[in-house]
Structure formats: structure tokens, C-alpha cells
């Protein structure tokens, strides 16, 4: 018996190690000012970047797409929550190189500051920044989703 889970052990270990595992259901970092407004809690997730894309509506490509019509273009999407963000800032070696060259949004995590603005963080190279969700959105916020 004593063999067999030794023998488990060292099977899984590699696995373990190697694995890019978030946890999408605690609270995100929250921004100093602000409140978490709304959350996708997405379980244990796996960290592996061709399981995700940079999702932009066609309004976007021609121009420009308001916030709201932007939301309403993600419904039924798998959006991807802040907690990815913190885990791709903590480990700035995964972070996509085409994702290095936009302002990747986060939408699985809304914010609300004092002044009840709705808001959301975004990747920007490998730092972080934070836009409202009462403005417009250009071909380069993207917004990344699961497959």
C-alpha cells in the first residue's frame, strides 16, 4: 500500500508543479477608492493563454463602440476576471506578447468608485490602469475571453 502512494505522489507532483492555477472566486485586488460592484467568480482556473482571446466587436474595427453596447456584445461570453489580471502581473513572463500591445480589458470584474462610476482594470504592457465603463472603447481594449 505503501508503494501504490509513493508512486501517486511522485506521478502527480510534475503536474502540480507546472500548473498555472487562479483562483477566479476570491476578491480581486480592489483599486483604492473604489468597491467591487459586480464579480464572474470562475472556480479553479488553469492559466494557459490559447484557452483565451482578445475579443473586439466589429463596431470596435471600424471605429469606435460604447460601453454599453460593448457589454451587451459580451453577453454569453466567458469573461475573465481581475484575479487573472493579478496572477499576469505577478507573473509578468506569461503575459501574451499580443496581449503586450493593447489595453487588455478584464470585464469579469466591474468596479465602483465613491462617486458610483462603474469601471474596469485592464493589462497595459505589464502594468495595470483603470478606465469607466462611460466612455467609448477603440480597437486597442480589447477584451479577453475564454474559448
Not at 467568480?41 to 474595427?61: P, R, T
Not at 493593447?102 to 462610476?117: A, E, P, Q, R, S
Request: proline share 4%; charged share 20%; glycine share 8%.
Amino acid at each position: 500500500m505503501k508503494k501504490v502512494v509513493i508512486f501517486i505522489s511522485i506521478f502527480f507532483i510534475p503536474f502540480l508543479v507546472n500548473a498555472q492555477i487562479i483562483n477566479c472566486d476570491v476578491n480581486p485586488f480592489i483599486p483604492l477608492g473604489c468597491s467591487i460592484a459586480e464579480h464572474q467568480k470562475g472556480g479553479m482556473l488553469e492559466f494557459d493563454s490559447q484557452k483565451f482571446s482578445l475579443f473586439v466587436s466589429e463596431k470596435q474595427k471600424n471605429g469606435s463602440i460604447s460601453a454599453s453596447d460593448l457589454q451587451k456584445e459580451l453577453i454569453g461570453k466567458t469573461l475573465l476576471n481581475g484575479n487573472v489580471l493579478d496572477y499576469l502581473l505577478a507573473h509578468p513572463e506569461l503575459i501574451p506578447e499580443e496581449w503586450k500591445r493593447n489595453c487588455v480589458l478584464f470585464m469579469g470584474t466591474i468596479y465602483k468608485d465613491y462617486g458610483g462610476h462603474l469601471g474596469v482594470r485592464f493589462l497595459s504592457g505589464r502594468t495595470w490602469g483603470y478606465v469607466w465603463l462611460e466612455g467609448i472603447f477603440y480597437k486597442d481594449f480589447p477584451v479577453v475571453i475564454a474559448n
